[in-house]
Structures are given as C-alpha cells and as structure tokens.
C-alpha cells in the first residue's frame, strides 16, 4: 500500500513537500514516481526516482525535487515556487517499468490514494 500525504492549499509562489509512504513490504528494489491529474486532464507525469536517478518532467525541472529513503520506505516530493497551473491531485506510484515506460502511468503497480493540491491567491 501506499499512503500519500502533504498536500493543501497554499499561495503562487508557496512550497509544498509531500510525502508517501509505502507499506506491505520491501519496496526499496520499486522504481518510485510522482503523478499528478487536474480537474478534466488526463493523470501526467511529474518525477520519477530510478535507481538513484530521477526524471523529471519539463513543467517540474527547476522547481520539483524527488528524494527517497528507503530506510523509511518514503518517497518525497519537494515543490517550490508552485503556480496555479500546479493545482491537482497528486499520486504516488511505485513499480518495475522498463525505463522508456518510467513516464506512463501503466509501468507502475501501486498507487496511492491522491493528495489534493491547490495553488490559489
């Protein structure tokens, strides 16, 4: 299971870190990725953490940041300098993609539930 928490309103400009935590077993060996899905849009991607490397998406380079400990079996993700165009449900996804699949929702197993973020003056 994953459970994915940090999420709420805040104002342009605002960081945010959210966290997911991952239970039910060792999930240290799952490539582990942040999504996000805003009202009417399909869920796209926005990190992901791959054997020490992490990818990020055009909108998310520069302001996002994934990090991982696995000792704590959480994935993290550092958003600063949100926009409203941030505003979404963001989920947490863990799985064995092959790496051209690490952007696409269907590479990944789990999910988390969503948290919601708001960015609104």
């Known amino acids: 299971q994953l459970q994915a928490s940090g999420g709420g309103l805040v104002q342009p400009g605002d960081s945010l870190r959210l966290s997911c935590v991952a239970s039910?077993?060792?999930?240290?060996?799952?490539?582990m990725a942040w999504f996000r899905q805003a009202p009417g849009k399909e869920r796209e991607f926005v990190a992901v953490s791959r054997r020490g490397n992490e990818i990020y998406a055009d909108f998310a380079k520069g302001r996002f940041t994934i990090s991982r400990d696995k000792s704590k079996n959480t994935v993290y993700l550092q958003m600063n300098s949100l926009k409203p165009e941030d505003t979404a449900l963001y989920y947490c996804?863990?799985?064995?993609?092959?790496?051209?699949?690490?952007?696409?929702?269907?590479?990944?197993?789990?999910w988390g539930q969503g948290t919601l973020v708001t960015v609104s003056s």
């Open positions: 996804a863990a799985g064995r993609p092959i790496l051209s699949s690490s952007r696409s929702p269907s590479g990944y197993t789990y």
């Open positions: 039910g077993g060792d999930f240290s060996a799952y490539v």
